[in-house]
């Protein structure tokens, strides 16, 4: 690289200020700094401050139930929409409750149970106005598959229900827990890739579980991979029947079908919202006028009428299996929080207001332990309901308790109307359901853009699928937490070069017209250096400076006698990363280069000062910019060549 | 803030180029660079290239046995230094092994043992010059008391001898498995401030071990904790035996003083070189000659004459305490590791000599697993013999050789001097060396630089001291990993001001004379945009435009219309960090403000090139350094006063 348009704007070194060591500040001034942001980064207590006690009430009242802020401005117009919406959701939310609770091997009457009171508490408490509640697909499967390794459902029902409630319960108290210790980031540590494949696993479970109902089964593995799946379904070929299978296909075909229809043309939402329904109320009528069910198509069978009993004396916590309800509880109100977190957000961000994770956790944990006393079992907000209300034109959260009344009407009279519902319908309304969260198109995406994503997306649906739902998950946060512990202890190191007729420095492979500077060479750490990397950096920066000799006497260039070191990203260094910054100036005095810092933060600054090795590099070596580290290396280059350092090297090695 | 003086150099918008997406790579060689920077960063293969296969077998040689590569150039000069270092080390390592091996719960001769084999191994495997090879206290106790929880030594001393083989062999297994397969930057996860606090820790529980040899105890506890030794002690004041007592506070005495000596007049570090041979000797002349032992002083007593016996047929695989001796084995292993690498460094700096940890690694692994079959235990290389060996003037290797030597000689013929040698004597030598390891200075040092990483070190000693060796571990790194994860989880975001009369800007809390930009609110983001943080910056952005909207409004300034973001610091981003800038950009809009990037870096332009944010943002907006996004911005400013963005504003939500 010719070096002859290498032009300085200036040669007066002292131009600018020096490298500034922050005003000092109290050690528990900055604990309180970095809780805050730890704990409230979204500052909730804001609007609590300069007021009085009984505004403060006022306040804190309108915090935990929102709908006292809300509820006031409430209109006629507002009603009509979130009126027609719960009708809309609630007409969904029937037969997908009974669904998701045969999935949970739960009673079907329990899906309904869900859609009754869970969604009047969210009313109150919750702050999105567009999350529609209920129970999911997910959480139901792991819910059976998570109980069902400790008790049979079939043979123990009565136990396995109050385990799914205690379950629920513990859910609910860990989910507010975490809402009231401000530990809503812990969800954070769930990627979006890892959400992807977790969820597109998860659907595949649960369409190749709804085999049994295709096929009508009797029998079915309680495993939900795989291999054990499918070796259930094709060692029992004799047993399948066709009269389901066709019914189930057709269904399937039918609510695809609207599905379609509705997202070429979104005026027509409401189609594939009814499609559910009116596949129940036809299988019914098909099943009820044939009399299929004398003919191995399953049916659901009796409903017991009327509303949710009270369950809170099912609660079990002297039992030998407490572990593996708080286990279930734990996880699957983890992943219920993921999604109903995520799912509130996202439609936050459509309508422009906010969504307080915290407070939503708070909300989603009493909404459980509510529903646990009261026959439910774990809700949320699904994402397949919430996007079928807000296309219905939701306004608040009423439209939830307008769903939570049609449901109770339900409950009070029309129970006896789903005698005749084939579970084969159901299953198709699972399917139908679960395809849309096979999300291979955001698979793609990861590909394209985040080689690595792409690896944790696909291992947890490989988990999910060929393992457990469980393992899936470890897997995937455990290559997530795996990445970010390689990424702090493999921090990116690159040399700068000089952007032509310009003060400015930049990554020499980024920016290819760079140039560079005779016998400087610029490193910068693109990284926090911490103990898990310091190892490292010392070896780097010396290959670097390796390399670079290497490359010089190849050429016969000038020789190298300075390095550079842009501290620009360098966020925070610990003792173990001085200790390193200390090595490298040893090694490099014992060389004969000098050490020179570009640019280094606050925080750097602040401890480079505390362990006196800003005296021991120098103040005068550390520059605001590489520009300036650059200007004055040339300086001292032209001051006194051919090797101004030799002496001080010399001096160095004598003290 | 007045900002009269802010004087723009050019008003040339296009002076300097655009922002510059890299040149493509194939997936295939970024993936061979990431894994050679993980796993090859020092570059060890260098030297093979471009050799002949012959060439490349005798660098291979010399690669795994140095010997090969200095013995060639060994001159009569290095022997004679090399001669007297290893016959002072010698003189240190067999009082020294016998102590630890005591300490350890094994037969004495195994002290001797293991200061035999081993340093031989090492010699031609190992690439430190300074390095004595022996046994460690810390490990000793880890071995006593992890292996001393399943089996008893004094009622089962076989089982407890083969066990000890047992988890050295796994120990040496383990070691050279992480060389082998460059896994040696597993090391660097235990901290700096963690093994300051775990072997203060470490050096405590073994001094108050020692109170039983002072005290003279027959009886004494199995745990290792503070509570349980003290109470230990205190419940036999009457078993107390004043004779032991004196004998090992004057020896004590000795001993420090001597140290102290030598540490003022570094000329005469043979003093407290020889102090604890000399101790020995006078200890057991003193027994022998008033017939202590037989009023309580306890003495050695027998060691068999003889060298190393064979010892890979005691080595147990098949027994129900397989699992301990592997826990043991690995824990330990690692432990020295990380002492041995961490001497071996230090020592090579002060030589400038190039140590690779990897290839140090496997030179440990090799000398353990001879050693467990040669009836030794875990060795390493311990700082307190190195230092000697180092101020001994030692040159290579060799100074094991003469100290192996030594041994061998003691072994085959003196073994019986030892008969009379005090417990009492060789508890003191222990305490004397423990107390080196009490580093307060380096505790107060952390406390004054990095409050963090005070507190690791603090919990590291707590956990050693309060509960046992591996609890105060396992916290130590914990926390360490923690404060990783919170690291990556809540990274530092900061406002942006000038720096008067030129186009720097910098943080406004460090450089407290910039001045601020009327209508543009500059933000720098410093740290990595990953899943686990893309949530609390989305929520932090938020927050800052907040905090600057509201700061506007009372004082009545300009109001804000842009917002850049400095991407400096961000050295990579994943797909959950690029959809929270597709948020921000969003929600921006819809607010009315134009979200401007600053600098993204060679990985950052990729990844926002290929999900096409580029694109949703443009090219435009992208500018090389704050100082020509804020000139752009402010040409915008001034081209279409009052609200150049409203009409985009308004054009973005049609679409």
Redesign the interface.
């Given at each position: 690289m010719g070096n002859a348009d290498y032009v300085y704007p200036s040669t007066n070194v002292e131009?600018?200020?020096r490298v500034?060591i922050?005003?000092p500040q109290s050690?528990m001034k900055s604990?309180k700094y970095?809780l805050k942001?730890?704990f409230f980064?979204?500052?909730p207590l804001r609007q609590f401050k300069n007021q009085t006690t009984s505004r403060r009430f006022v306040l804190g009242l309108k915090y935990f139930f929102p709908i006292f802020d809300w509820a006031p401005s409430y209109t006629l117009d507002f009603l009509k929409s979130d009126f027609i919406a719960g009708i809309t959701i609630a007409s969904l939310a029937i037969p997908q409750g009974i669904s998701y609770a045969k999935l949970a091997n739960l009673p079907p009457i329990l899906g309904l149970y869900s859609s009754f009171i869970p969604p009047l508490v969210y009313a109150m408490m919750g702050s999105s106005r567009d999350l529609a509640v209920g129970t999911v697909a997910v959480a139901s499967l792991l819910t059976a598959s998570m109980l069902g390794n400790v008790v049979n459902a079939n043979e123990n029902p009565k136990l396995y229900l109050h385990l799914a409630f205690t379950a629920t319960f513990v859910a609910g108290v860990f989910q507010a827990s975490l809402g009231l210790l401000r530990l809503g980031?812990i969800?954070?540590?769930?990627?979006?890739?890892?959400i992807i494949g977790f969820m597109a696993g998860a659907a595949t479970v649960v369409i190749m579980q709804q085999l049994k109902g295709i096929l009508g089964l009797n029998h079915f593995t309680h495993s939900t991979d795989l291999v054990s799946v499918m070796r259930s379904v094709f060692t029992q070929t004799h047993q399948w029947r066709w009269e389901s299978a066709v019914l189930g296909f057709g269904f399937l075909f039918f609510l695809l079908t609207t599905r379609y229809f509705s997202k070429r043309k979104p005026k027509y939402f409401w189609v594939s919202a009814m499609a559910p329904l009116t596949s129940v109320i036809l299988g019914s009528l098909l099943v009820y006028l044939t009399h299929a069910e004398k003919h191995g198509v399953q049916v659901i069978g009796n409903l017991k009428k009327g509303l949710n009993p009270l369950s809170f004396t099912d609660l079990v916590f002297v039992s030998p299996y407490l572990t593996t309800a708080i286990k279930t509880g734990i996880i699957t109100g983890v992943i219920a929080l993921a999604e109903g977190i995520a799912v509130g957000r996202s439609f936050a961000?459509f309508k422009?207001y906010?969504i307080d994770?915290n407070k939503e956790m708070i909300a989603f944990g009493t909404m459980n332990i509510v529903g646990s006393c009261t026959s439910c079992y774990l809700t949320t907000g699904p994402f397949s309901r919430s996007a079928v209300n807000y296309n219905a034109g939701c306004k608040t959260a009423v439209s939830n308790i307008v769903m939570a009344l049609a449901v109770m009407v339900t409950l009070l009279f029309l129970t006896p109307l789903f005698h005749y519902t084939p579970l084969v319908v159901l299953s198709s309304i699972i399917i139908s359901a679960m395809l849309g969260l096979l999300d291979y198109e955001a698979a793609i995406?990861?590909w394209?853009?985040?080689?690595?994503?792409f690896i944790v997306c696909i291992s947890a649906y490989a988990g999910v699928v060929f393992a457990s739902v469980e393992i899936g998950l470890v897997i995937a946060v455990a290559i997530?937490?795996l990445?970010?512990?390689?990424?702090?202890?493999?921090?990116?190191t690159?040399i700068l070069g000089n952007?032509p007729?310009?003060m400015?420095y930049?990554?020499v492979?980024?920016?290819?017209?760079t140039s560079s500077v005779p016998g400087v060479l610029i490193l910068e750490i693109?990284?926090?250096i911490?103990?898990?990397?310091?190892?490292?950096l010392r070896?780097?920066i010396?290959?670097w400076v390796d390399d670079e000799e290497d490359k010089l006497k190849s050429s016969g260039e000038t020789s190298l006698q300075y390095v550079i070191l842009n501290m620009?990203?360098v966020?925070?260094i610990?003792?173990?990363g001085?200790?390193m910054l200390e090595?490298v100036k040893?090694?490099m005095d014992?060389r004969g280069l000098k050490l020179v810092l570009a640019?280094p933060?606050?925080?750097v600054?602040k401890?480079l000062n505390?362990?006196k090795f800003i005296e021991k590099i120098g103040q005068e070596w550390i520059h605001?910019?590489v520009g300036e580290a650059v200007e004055a290396c040339d300086f001292m280059l032209h001051r006194c060549s051919p090797s101004p350092l030799k002496e001080e090297s010399e001096a160095y090695n004598k003290v």
């Amino acid at each position: 690289m010719g070096n002859a348009d290498y032009v300085y704007p200036s040669t007066n070194v002292e131009r600018t200020p020096r490298v500034v060591i922050p005003p000092p500040q109290s050690s528990m001034k900055s604990l309180k700094y970095n809780l805050k942001e730890t704990f409230f980064p979204d500052d909730p207590l804001r609007q609590f401050k300069n007021q009085t006690t009984s505004r403060r009430f006022v306040l804190g009242l309108k915090y935990f139930f929102p709908i006292f802020d809300w509820a006031p401005s409430y209109t006629l117009d507002f009603l009509k929409s979130d009126f027609i919406a719960g009708i809309t959701i609630a007409s969904l939310a029937i037969p997908q409750g009974i669904s998701y609770a045969k999935l949970a091997n739960l009673p079907p009457i329990l899906g309904l149970y869900s859609s009754f009171i869970p969604p009047l508490v969210y009313a109150m408490m919750g702050s999105s106005r567009d999350l529609a509640v209920g129970t999911v697909a997910v959480a139901s499967l792991l819910t059976a598959s998570m109980l069902g390794n400790v008790v049979n459902a079939n043979e123990n029902p009565k136990l396995y229900l109050h385990l799914a409630f205690t379950a629920t319960f513990v859910a609910g108290v860990f989910q507010a827990s975490l809402g009231l210790l401000r530990l809503g980031f812990i969800v954070d540590f769930l990627s979006h890739a890892t959400i992807i494949g977790f969820m597109a696993g998860a659907a595949t479970v649960v369409i190749m579980q709804q085999l049994k109902g295709i096929l009508g089964l009797n029998h079915f593995t309680h495993s939900t991979d795989l291999v054990s799946v499918m070796r259930s379904v094709f060692t029992q070929t004799h047993q399948w029947r066709w009269e389901s299978a066709v019914l189930g296909f057709g269904f399937l075909f039918f609510l695809l079908t609207t599905r379609y229809f509705s997202k070429r043309k979104p005026k027509y939402f409401w189609v594939s919202a009814m499609a559910p329904l009116t596949s129940v109320i036809l299988g019914s009528l098909l099943v009820y006028l044939t009399h299929a069910e004398k003919h191995g198509v399953q049916v659901i069978g009796n409903l017991k009428k009327g509303l949710n009993p009270l369950s809170f004396t099912d609660l079990v916590f002297v039992s030998p299996y407490l572990t593996t309800a708080i286990k279930t509880g734990i996880i699957t109100g983890v992943i219920a929080l993921a999604e109903g977190i995520a799912v509130g957000r996202s439609f936050a961000m459509f309508k422009n207001y906010h969504i307080d994770g915290n407070k939503e956790m708070i909300a989603f944990g009493t909404m459980n332990i509510v529903g646990s006393c009261t026959s439910c079992y774990l809700t949320t907000g699904p994402f397949s309901r919430s996007a079928v209300n807000y296309n219905a034109g939701c306004k608040t959260a009423v439209s939830n308790i307008v769903m939570a009344l049609a449901v109770m009407v339900t409950l009070l009279f029309l129970t006896p109307l789903f005698h005749y519902t084939p579970l084969v319908v159901l299953s198709s309304i699972i399917i139908s359901a679960m395809l849309g969260l096979l999300d291979y198109e955001a698979a793609i995406h990861l590909w394209t853009v985040d080689k690595f994503d792409f690896i944790v997306c696909i291992s947890a649906y490989a988990g999910v699928v060929f393992a457990s739902v469980e393992i899936g998950l470890v897997i995937a946060v455990a290559i997530s937490l795996l990445r970010l512990l390689l990424f702090v202890a493999r921090p990116k190191t690159f040399i700068l070069g000089n952007i032509p007729n310009s003060m400015i420095y930049r990554n020499v492979e980024q920016y290819l017209n760079t140039s560079s500077v005779p016998g400087v060479l610029i490193l910068e750490i693109d990284a926090p250096i911490y103990f898990a990397n310091s190892g490292y950096l010392r070896e780097r920066i010396a290959r670097w400076v390796d390399d670079e000799e290497d490359k010089l006497k190849s050429s016969g260039e000038t020789s190298l006698q300075y390095v550079i070191l842009n501290m620009g990203a360098v966020g925070n260094i610990d003792t173990s990363g001085i200790s390193m910054l200390e090595e490298v100036k040893k090694v490099m005095d014992r060389r004969g280069l000098k050490l020179v810092l570009a640019n280094p933060g606050a925080e750097v600054m602040k401890k480079l000062n505390k362990s006196k090795f800003i005296e021991k590099i120098g103040q005068e070596w550390i520059h605001l910019t590489v520009g300036e580290a650059v200007e004055a290396c040339d300086f001292m280059l032209h001051r006194c060549s051919p090797s101004p350092l030799k002496e001080e090297s010399e001096a160095y090695n004598k003290v």
